[in-house]
């Protein structure tokens, strides 16, 4: 097999946003296949979505929500690392993930984020493209890879 070629041009930094979901897991893969071939800079990044009337009634459910954000954006470093590709990580709180999303974009300036086409959803939601991947790609400021 030959050297990997970058299919998109000028791609220099990528954002992996991901919950941990099965649809995460794909998305984690194209991401890092992505930032392999572009050798590009690589973020992960995850949000627990928490509002002040939670947080505040129910601070140890944040805690465990953060905690296991924490083990599988671990995860995602890990596999982004057997495969040579440097991984920064992050976990945000936020009451709304697509807002947080954007604004960890803008921060590290990604010329494109990659997630996945619905979160922890079950039932007919499953079969629509989530909200939070909706207003992602509606609102980013650079381009939004959505994996099935």
Known sequence: ??????PISSLTIILLATDGSDYSEHATTEAVNLAKACNTKFY???V????PE???LAPQAVEKA?????EFLEAVKEC???EGVACETTVARGHDPAES???KAVEVKA???VMGKHGRKKGLKKLLLGSCTSKVVGYAPCKVLVVP
């Not at 097999?1 to 970058?6: D, F, N, Q, S």
């Not at 953060?66 to 924490?70: D, F, P, Q, S």
């Open 54 to 56: 939670y947080e505040a």
């Open 111 to 113: 010329d494109m984020i």
């Open 101 to 103: 999303i954007i604004e």
């Open 1 to 6: 097999m030959g050297a990997e070629v970058c």
């Open 48 to 51: 627990v979505e928490v509002n």
């Open 44 to 46: 992960a990044t995850s």
């Open 80 to 82: 982004a690392e057997k």
């Open 66 to 70: 953060e905690k296991e954000a924490i």
